[in-house]
């Protein structure tokens, strides 16, 4: 996904992606996906900081593993994990690809209700909001004594961070209301800053992505 396609380009292409990790079935499929998708992370110089990410991805990918292996067997555990490491491949790439404005702009292009799209794209801008809030705030605690590890007795101790994140979360819900209100969030007819066009190589793209989807269901389920 090239940062000069068009936002609603990018969208039809991440829910093409999204689409045939889903529709597959077969545990050596599922590992050819994984492979093009790490060829693809290369090729967009992506690898780095996916690899950081690794350490959010791991854990999840073997909880599901060891979960689906024992209420299933193995071939079934291994068809899930592979799903689930490719499906967070992929909406890597798609948040790593797209802004929060052009996920915002897109959805509204292609006839989403505004809010429903600011929900969405200020959802996206707060997560790593919070996420640096978090470091601080345990940084912070950590630095005063207070022990944060994830262990059992630490329990009690992550009080000491839930409440400052809630109370600075208030604070930052009040002053995107304030900001939105003086900004006239309710007005009708509002414009894009940008211009966005779908040029025809887009609409032959898009036609090759959807062909493909249809035929990977139809051949996943000969």
Do not use: C
Request: charged share 15%.
């Amino acid at each position: 996904m090239a940062p000069s396609l068009d936002p609603r380009t990018k969208l039809f292409l991440g829910a093409a992606a999204i689409t045939v990790v889903l529709s597959t079935h077969r545990p050596m499929v599922h590992g050819v996906e994984a492979g093009l998708l790490l060829l693809g992370l290369w090729g967009m110089g992506m690898m780095a900081p996916w690899v950081r990410g690794l350490r959010l991805m791991a854990p999840m990918v073997v909880l599901v593993f060891a979960i689906s292996l024992i209420s299933f067997d193995f071939q079934t555990a291994l068809v899930l994990s592979l799903r689930l490491f490719n499906l967070l491949t992929v909406s890597f790439v798609f948040f790593r690809a797209m802004t929060p404005e052009e996920v915002g702009n897109g959805l509204r292009k292609m006839g989403m209700p505004y809010g429903f799209s600011f929900i969405l794209s200020t959802a996206m801008r707060y997560v790593p909001l919070i996420g640096r809030r978090i470091r601080l705030v345990m940084e912070a605690q950590t630095s005063r004594g207070i022990d944060l590890r994830p262990r059992i007795r630490n329990a009690a101790n992550f009080m000491a961070l839930l409440m400052p994140l809630l109370v600075q979360s208030f604070l930052l819900a009040e002053e995107l209301a304030m900001a939105m209100e003086a900004r006239g969030f309710g007005l009708k007819g509002r414009s894009f800053r940008k211009i966005y066009r779908i040029r025809p190589g887009e609409y032959v793209l898009m036609l090759v992505s959807l062909v493909f989807v249809i035929l990977f269901f139809l051949w996943e389920r000969a």
